[in-house]
């Protein structure tokens, strides 16, 4: 019997279990975690957490509490390939990993998966703009990144399927997933406050701020509030999107009332963060401290430590994959999930200095 590796018990189990349905070892209603746990020589408690993996996924369906659950597998057979469209928020050269892995998943569940013309910063999000591309574009299926809640609210209007990764998709009749990161930010904010800091500011896109900020930055100024920091414009500045305009908004904002802790959204923005700290002599953490509340593969390498929000891309892939069977088979699923996170202490957040450095300009 193979040995689990107890640092990840839960998703080899999944893994194993997945791979077991594909070959059609079980049918109709999947076996109870007592059977399987003695099976694989594993603990109840690991069993269960890979079956609500596959549940999340949609290869299970849950019965009720103390009932079996349905196997939801689709057949093969009866699958029939889609052209699935990409539509991504940046280009591919710039953007993340797993939307290229999520592509050669698909392509390999059978479909022909590809990225979109444009990307939604190159169609400055405009619901019109988006609207002649879809129009334009010979496509089955659309899976779209990180969009606002105009475009999104768009696309669940129309006849063809679509899946929101990331995004402003809550209550939107529209399949979803993304990271449950409201928990994690509120860990991270109040870290900072617990270390002495009230000069928080987070960036992050205005996608996710305006009109209306979204659920994550609600949760970040709520946390201020509770910490008794009153928020405003400076906690959260505004600024274009592009590497020029971010460089000049931190230039303001260090240059009369400088911020002792930065929440940068994404890792592109920790790092432009971490480089404007570095040439203008301030220190991280003794002057600065950082979070990024995304991970990053690079992360693992950076010395000290970086203080982040942790969460996996797997899942979602995984989810998606089983949404475009489902859709293959003219099945509904507009199922909406989220992945855990969790806010990772790193060696780039420290007590706030007593008296601030002086800025170099």
Not at 109 to 114: D, I, K, Q, T
Not at 208 to 221: D, I, N, W
Request: hydrophobic share 45%; charged share 25%.
């Amino acid at each position: 019997m193979k040995a689990w590796d107890r640092s990840n018990t839960a998703e080899q189990i999944a893994n194993h279990l997945r791979e077991e349905l594909m070959r059609g070892r079980w049918t109709g209603m999947m076996p109870g975690q007592f059977r399987l746990a003695e099976e694989l020589r594993a603990s109840r408690n690991a069993v269960e957490a890979a079956l609500r993996l596959l549940e999340h996924e949609g290869v299970l369906v849950s019965q009720g509490l103390g009932r079996k659950r349905l196997i939801a597998s689709p057949d093969p057979k009866k699958a029939r390939p889609m052209r699935i469209a990409i539509l991504d928020y940046e280009p591919v050269p710039v953007t993340e990993g797993y939307t290229v892995e999520l592509q050669y998943m698909l392509i390999e569940a059978g479909h022909v998966a590809f990225f979109a013309p444009k990307t939604l910063i190159e169609l400055d999000m405009n619901v019109s703009r988006i609207r002649r591309m879809v129009e334009k574009t010979e496509a089955d299926a659309w899976i779209v990144c990180s969009a606002s809640r105009e475009v999104l609210t768009w696309f669940a209007a129309q006849p063809l399927p679509a899946f929101a990764l990331f995004g402003r998709r809550r209550g939107l009749p529209i399949a979803a997933a993304g990271p449950d990161k409201i928990p994690a930010t509120v860990a991270a904010t109040r870290a900072l406050a617990e270390l002495g800091h009230q000069r928080i500011v987070m960036l992050i896109r205005r996608a996710t701020r305006l009109p209306k900020p979204g659920v994550v930055v609600r949760a970040f100024l709520d946390e201020l509030k509770a910490q008794g920091i009153t928020p405003g414009p400076y906690n959260l500045p505004d600024w274009e999107e592009n590497p020029k305009a971010l460089h000049k908004r931190l230039e303001l904002l260090f240059r009369i009332t400088p911020p002792t802790a930065l929440i940068a959204d994404e890792a592109p923005f920790y790092v432009a963060a971490l480089q404007f700290c570095t040439s203008r002599g301030l220190r991280v953490p003794q002057d600065v401290s950082l979070i990024c509340a995304d991970p990053s593969p690079a992360f693992e390498w950076s010395r000290p430590t970086v203080a982040h929000i942790l969460w996996e891309t797997r899942p979602l892939v995984r989810r998606i994959v089983r949404w475009a069977a489902n859709v293959s088979q003219k099945k509904p699923d507009l199922r909406q999930t989220l992945t855990q996170a969790e806010f990772i202490t790193g060696g780039t957040i420290g007590p706030v200095a007593r008296a601030g450095r002086n800025f170099k300009r």
